[in-house]
């Protein structure tokens, strides 16, 4: 069981009007950033939690990987249906961009 959330009600406000429906759709994109064990996990699990979606893309970076290519979106573009094993090539960022245009 999860623990009660508190403390960050106004940026998880701001994320979740950022993530409210538009007419007509549009995208968006939040950045949260903050130092290790400031609660940034937490807080985008709770807005995941009270959005309902049906197919989240969620991106994370850790500072060890930052040299590795598409770390932080690993897990974005594997859902989209991009092969983990082409992110190294140079064909792979055109793949990835593609697959991100037609989702």
Do not use: N
């Amino acid at each position: 069981m999860r623990a009660p959330f508190f403390g960050r009600e106004s940026e998880l406000a701001k994320l979740e009007q950022l993530c409210r429906p538009a007419s007509p759709p549009r995208a968006g994109a939040g950045l949260v950033v903050g130092d290790p064990g400031s609660g940034k996990t937490r807080l985008l699990a709770e807005l995941l939690g009270r959005l309902h979606l049906q197919r989240p893309l969620e991106m994370r970076g850790y500072e060890p990987e930052r040299w590795i290519a598409f770390a932080a979106a690993r897990d974005a573009l594997v859902s989209l249906g991009v092969d983990p094993g082409r992110f190294d090539t140079g064909r792979a960022q055109v793949d990835a961009f593609e697959a991100a245009f037609r989702s």
